[in-house]
């Protein structure tokens, strides 16, 4: 994997169990710096007071969703080259499709494994 | 502007106030609002006020009436037997509080699980016995929490039980007040939602493309999904 392990690693989900999973598999993937966010306003603040190596963020939050959060990012200069996995329960065509065009950088449906995870950080960081 | 109509029956009147948002009829007041069965009881005794003056005119007129107020007596005793009551005061709430020990409880049953987890993945292999006694005591742990399970089946078969019985009644009401032959709203038509929250978040969803989990046969797999990223 040529990832490097030590990046901060923002997780965005309004479900603190989610964070806590996703948390935990990014642990045992070897990940040390994992922050995370309830929803796409307070990343994108985040975003702007850090510099975060990798995004893995849901699509179903509020006030601000994940796919918003998505195209703010690659609409600002300083973000526009953070990687951006979206992790979500929204499974359809139409949105893996927006999400592609708005610039995401993988996609993962729920529910997932931890290879998954991995495949899918490792393909965003081979590319 | 909020639409006013009163009902004037038999010398009785009554009034029914709209919301200012809609028109529709299908928005009434909470305050002022009137059931089916007191418009029912005023039509009935309304025609029973006139039955005197009608019998001195016509017999057939008369006779007509007499029908209508049969019928009107005989649905209001079939609206009776769907006991209404009995489901937004007894049914819903108790799906609802269903629901939310369902949620409480799998959310605590995760926990449960993820912190024992959370402490095997911690815990120093390098004293064996301390690790092995921790490892067993979480498993057992883990074990326990998974009896979520059939608490949460017997909970949620308990509201569909509900969805059922509420099901039967309104299917049987819309029969008996004819409504099978009218169409259902669409989302697309100005009265489909109740108030203008309901339109607005809908409206959210419908913009954000939040459609939720998907059934089995309608989601796209990870491959598929893969597949249309690499297009």
């Known amino acids: ?127 | 502007m909020g639409v006013k109509p009163q009902v004037n029956v038999g010398g009785l009147s009554s009034r029914m106030s709209f919301s200012e948002e809609s028109s529709s009829s299908r928005h009434v007041s909470k305050n002022d609002e009137i059931s089916l069965v007191e418009v029912l009881s005023l039509a009935e005794t309304s025609i029973g006020s006139l039955k005197q003056i009608i019998e001195t005119f016509d017999s057939k007129i008369y006779s007509e009436f007499r029908a209508i107020a049969e019928q009107i007596s005989s649905t209001k005793a079939e609206i009776a037997q769907i006991s209404t009551q009995d489901v937004s005061k007894g049914h819903i709430p108790d799906a609802g509080q269903e629901l939310a020990a369902v949620v409480e409880t799998t959310e605590e049953a995760t926990h449960k699980i993820m912190e024992a987890a959370e402490t095997i993945m911690t815990a120093d292999p390098s004293d064996i016995s301390n690790y092995y006694t921790t490892v067993n005591e979480n498993i057992m742990t883990i074990f326990e929490a998974c009896s979520f399970q059939d608490i949460s089946g017997q909970r949620i078969a308990r509201v569909v039980e509900t969805l059922d019985f509420i099901d039967k009644r309104i299917s049987f009401f819309a029969e008996k007040i004819g409504a099978g032959s009218i169409d259902a709203p669409k989302a697309d038509d100005e009265n489909y939602y109740f108030d203008e929250d309901e339109r607005q978040r809908a409206e959210r969803k419908k913009d954000q493309m939040i459609y939720g989990p998907q059934d089995t046969q309608d989601a796209i797999s990870q491959n598929e999904i893969d597949n249309l990223l690499n297009k």
Do not use: H
Request: aromatic share 8%; net charge negative; hydrophobic share 45%.
């Open chain 1, 1 to 127: 994997m040529s990832v490097d392990l030590s990046m901060p690693v923002l997780v965005v989900d309004d479900y603190k169990t989610m964070i806590r999973i996703i948390r935990n598999l990014l642990k045992q993937l070897g990940f040390s710096d994992v922050d995370d966010a309830a929803d796409g306003s307070e990343a994108l603040n985040k975003m702007r007071e850090r510099s975060y190596g990798l995004v893995i963020s849901d699509w179903n939050m509020e006030p601000m969703t994940g796919y918003e959060l998505l195209k703010e990012v690659r609409s600002d200069d300083n973000l526009n080259r953070t990687p951006f996995i979206m992790v979500t329960a929204e499974s359809k065509t139409e949105n893996v499709i927006a999400a592609k065009k708005a610039g995401v950088s993988n996609y993962i449906v729920k529910p997932f494994n931890a290879a998954t995870l991995k495949a899918k950080i490792d393909a965003v960081f081979d590319e």
